[in-house]
């Protein structure tokens, strides 16, 4: 009989993901964020002068220098001005090079001067445009969420002036089932958003347990003996508690077996066993 652990906590932090992750997508969703946008390095700008055959819906992207070049009117500086600012900058250089009182146009299609990436347990990894002040939790509702071997915590990676980076670590049970605003940081353009996979591993329990067969659990967290047995529901009335023994093998693939009497433990008179991926925990049945 297969058995996964933490089932009630694991779909309680997916609730809890899905539901704080669409409050916050919302309300990063309802602020005004074009007319405040930064153009930066590698944004991709459509230009129109009324007109001006030349610059009639002209698509052009911004270079690492921050500059695009038009005809007409050549080398134009456009790094860190909004989509207002360039109109007005750009009308005030079509009116003295090509056309009395020019309308002049932008639209930003492409916002890639101010993306995040997320990479590891989401639905859905990638680049994510930060349009307005966005936080982990909405771009994280943006990536569809966690996935069930999320680890227990997201690495931010964030680059720094000087070319290093730092990595910044955030509780997910802290962010998500307690809730603690201070974990759910302001993101800024580049920062790379790793939620680490935190895969399953197996452990065997047979004999006289209630429930005995193969626990799933997290190699973050693998039980010791006691919290084991605990999860297969526990000792039977037959339960020899005294010759418990585990198996497992070696560096070199070689099994072996260690006894374990369980009732020096539960008594504190000797430490917890910690367990091993694919460790089998046998419970013989008492003569007596």
């Known amino acids: 009989m297969r058995k996964t652990i933490n089932t009630a906590g694991l779909f309680a932090l997916a609730l809890a993901v899905t539901l704080a992750g669409t409050?916050?997508?919302?309300?990063?969703?309802?602020?005004?964020?074009?007319?405040?946008?930064?153009i930066g390095a590698k944004d991709l700008l459509e230009i129109s002068v009324l007109g001006v055959p030349e610059i009639s819906k002209l698509v052009?992207?911004?270079?690492?220098?921050?500059?695009?070049?038009?005809p007409l009117l050549g080398e134009v500086e456009v790094d860190n001005l909004t989509k207002f600012e360039l109109e007005k900058k750009l009308a005030l250089l079509a009116g003295e090079k090509i056309v009395l009182k020019p309308q002049v146009t932008v639209h930003i299609l492409e916002?890639?001067?101010?993306?995040?990436?997320?990479?590891g347990a989401v639905e859905k990894p990638g680049p994510?445009?930060?349009?307005?002040?966005?936080?982990?939790?909405?771009?994280?509702?943006?990536?569809?969420?966690?996935?069930?071997?999320?680890?227990?915590?997201i690495i931010i990676i964030r680059?720094?002036?000087?070319?290093?980076?730092?990595?910044?670590?955030?509780?997910?049970?802290?962010?998500f089932v307690q809730g603690d605003p201070k974990l759910n940081i302001v993101l800024e353009p580049g920062d790379v958003i790793n939620v680490p996979v935190d895969k399953l591993a197996a452990i065997y329990v047979?004999?006289?347990?209630?429930?005995?067969?193969?626990?799933?659990?997290?190699?973050?967290?693998?039980?010791?003996?006691?919290?084991?047995?605990?999860?297969?529901?526990?000792?039977?009335?037959?339960?020899?508690?005294?010759?418990?023994?585990?198996?497992?093998?070696?560096?070199?693939?070689?099994?072996?077996?260690?006894?374990?009497?369980?009732?020096?433990?539960?008594?504190?008179?000797?430490?917890?066993?910690?367990?091993?991926?694919?460790?089998?925990?046998?419970?013989?049945?008492?003569?007596?």
């Open 128 to 153: 994510f445009e930060l349009l307005g002040r966005q936080t982990v939790l909405s771009v994280l509702s943006e990536a569809g969420g966690l996935t069930r071997d999320a680890g227990d915590e």
């Open 111 to 119: 916002y890639l001067s101010r993306r995040v990436s997320v990479v």
């Open 206 to 288: 047979f004999g006289q347990v209630k429930n005995p067969g193969a626990l799933q659990v997290k190699k973050s967290s693998l039980p010791t003996l006691t919290q084991a047995i605990a999860q297969a529901g526990g000792f039977t009335d037959r339960a020899n508690r005294k010759k418990v023994t585990i198996r497992r093998k070696d560096a070199s693939g070689k099994e072996f077996e260690v006894r374990v009497n369980v009732r020096d433990i539960l008594k504190g008179k000797i430490e917890d066993i910690p367990l091993q991926e694919n460790d089998t925990v046998y419970v013989p049945e008492s003569l007596f």
């Open 60 to 70: 052009v992207r911004v270079s690492e220098l921050g500059r695009i070049t038009l």
């Open 159 to 175: 680059q720094l002036a000087a070319g290093d980076s730092k990595a910044i670590r955030i509780s997910i049970d802290g962010l």
């Open 23 to 38: 409050l916050a997508g919302t309300a990063a969703a309802q602020q005004p964020v074009s007319a405040e946008y930064k």
